[in-house]
Nanobody
């Protein structure tokens, strides 16, 4: 069973940076994807970025491209989201997610970590 625990949220002023982390365990092989999503109250959850564990290919939403970077550590036990040049519209609850097999439905979720960007 895949377990994800995401941490690292907080409050920052516009233009600042934060790094989110997600501790992952339970993937049965290397053929999976991990990603980050975000959600604000009253709106649907929005996809932010994806990384493939078997090769490291990445993809980003247009709204964060060039500002956010998704990565994994060498052991692939921790997922990161480096967020630079933050904007107030990046304020949301951020969730890490896992999909195995990949491509496939997102079938594992972290509990969420709040990011607040003030102007």
């Amino acid at each position: 069973q895949v377990q994800l625990v995401d941490t690292g949220g907080g409050s920052v002023q516009a233009g600042g940076s934060l790094r989110l982390s997600c501790a992952a365990s339970g993937f049965s092989n290397s053929r999976y994807c991990m990603g980050w999503f975000r959600q604000v109250p009253g709106k649907e959850r929005e996809w932010v970025a994806t990384i493939r564990a078997d090769g490291g290919g990445t993809d980003y939403a247009d709204s964060v491209k060039g500002r956010f970077t998704i990565s994994q550590d060498n052991t692939k036990s921790t997922l990161y989201l480096q967020m630079n040049s933050l904007k107030p519209e990046d304020t949301a609850m951020y969730y890490c997610a896992g999909a195995q097999p990949c491509p496939g439905p997102w079938n594992a979720w972290g509990q969420g970590t709040q990011v607040t960007v003030s102007s």
